[in-house]
């Protein structure tokens, strides 16, 4: 895996012009408008960077784009990979540690997630405090690279109390509403039953999705600060549960997309 992670860095730094500062990886539904940011963009496809997966989720584009935004050098995943696709833990962070080699000091990460908090509503967004990890393996499960961080790494803080910080001070300036929260991190990819949202609410879940956690598990192995911020997509109430459909995740999602842009472009002017 070291050498494959050093093969796609070799690659895709024979093809950009400057050294990318912030790592941004955009979940379901979001995308279009944070590309519209991006200055002088330079766009690489997933399927010709060599031991990089391509994403089977079609709301999900497969492409890497490099470019400026706030007078910042950054590197955007427009979709990411996920564990139900069949991938590998390894092979779905590999993108991360290619961001790690490429000079990535933070990483920035949007999700679509369920909303388990009855005070909440759908369209609304959170930031993430703290997460639940019940995937069922682990990227840093196996042998241990000290070229990227210990064997046993520090957790105390997964998501960077100081962009929290800088994160709910600019939503309150821009007046958009920001819960602060847990993500529950699940297999997928069948959405859940009653019961299994009665359980995440009792553990002390206020969302649930199926992505995030492995990214940053390991941007943390790397010393990579965080932030993430999910679009809460569908209310997970399991006294009146409707089905779901995947069409209306992304459309919630979508409607919400200009305000998680807002919130990102703003940190990222912020960062150094």
């Given at each position: 895996?070291?050498?494959?992670?050093?093969e796609?860095?070799?690659?895709?730094?024979k093809?950009?012009?400057h050294?990318?500062?912030?790592g941004?990886i955009?979940g379901?539904?979001?995308?279009?408008l944070?590309?519209d940011?991006?200055?002088?963009p330079?766009a690489?496809?997933y399927?010709?960077?060599p031991n990089?997966?391509?994403?089977?989720?079609a709301?999900?584009k497969?492409?890497?784009?490099?470019?400026e935004?706030?007078?910042k050098?950054?590197?955007?995943?427009?979709g990411?990979?996920h564990?139900?696709?069949?991938?590998?833990?390894?092979q779905?962070t590999?993108?991360i540690?290619?961001?790690?080699?490429?000079?990535i000091?933070?990483?920035?990460?949007?999700n679509?997630?369920?909303?388990l908090?009855?005070?909440?509503r759908?369209?609304?967004?959170?930031?993430?405090?703290?997460?639940i990890?019940?995937?069922?393996?682990?990227?840093?499960?196996?042998?241990?690279?000290?070229?990227?961080g210990p064997?046993?790494p520090?957790?105390s803080?997964?998501?960077?109390?100081?962009?929290?910080?800088?994160m709910?001070?600019l939503?309150?300036?821009?007046?958009?509403?920001?819960h602060?929260?847990?993500y529950?991190?699940?297999?997928?990819?069948?959405?859940e039953?009653?019961?299994?949202y009665?359980y995440l609410?009792l553990?002390?879940?206020?969302?649930?999705?199926?992505s995030t956690?492995?990214?940053?598990?390991?941007?943390?192995?790397?010393?990579i600060?965080?932030?993430a911020v999910s679009?809460?997509t569908?209310d997970c109430d399991?006294d009146?549960?409707?089905?779901?459909?995947?069409q209306d995740?992304?459309?919630?999602?979508?409607?919400?997309?200009?305000k998680?842009?807002?919130l990102?472009?703003?940190?990222?002017?912020?960062?150094?």
């Amino acid at each position: 895996m070291l050498e494959q992670i050093k093969e796609s860095t070799e690659f895709l730094t024979k093809r950009i012009k400057h050294k990318p500062q912030i790592g941004v990886i955009l979940g379901t539904g979001l995308g279009n408008l944070f590309i519209d940011e991006i200055k002088k963009p330079i766009a690489i496809n997933y399927n010709v960077i060599p031991n990089f997966p391509v994403t089977t989720v079609a709301s999900h584009k497969g492409q890497l784009i490099f470019g400026e935004v706030g007078g910042k050098q950054v590197m955007v995943m427009r979709g990411r990979f996920h564990y139900y696709e069949g991938y590998s833990m390894q092979q779905i962070t590999l993108p991360i540690r290619v961001m790690k080699l490429l000079g990535i000091e933070y990483l920035l990460v949007s999700n679509a997630a369920g909303n388990l908090n009855l005070k909440w509503r759908k369209g609304e967004l959170m930031l993430l405090d703290d997460h639940i990890n019940l995937q069922p393996d682990s990227p840093l499960r196996g042998e241990n690279s000290e070229l990227f961080g210990p064997r046993f790494p520090d957790m105390s803080e997964p998501y960077s109390k100081k962009l929290n910080t800088r994160m709910m001070k600019l939503a309150d300036k821009l007046k958009i509403k920001l819960h602060r929260g847990v993500y529950a991190a699940v297999q997928g990819p069948s959405m859940e039953t009653r019961a299994e949202y009665r359980y995440l609410r009792l553990i002390g879940a206020d969302a649930v999705g199926m992505s995030t956690v492995p990214e940053v598990l390991v941007a943390n192995h790397m010393g990579i600060s965080c932030c993430a911020v999910s679009v809460l997509t569908n209310d997970c109430d399991p006294d009146n549960l409707p089905p779901v459909e995947l069409q209306d995740i992304v459309d919630t999602a979508s409607a919400s997309e200009k305000k998680m842009v807002s919130l990102f472009t703003g940190l990222i002017e912020q960062l150094k």
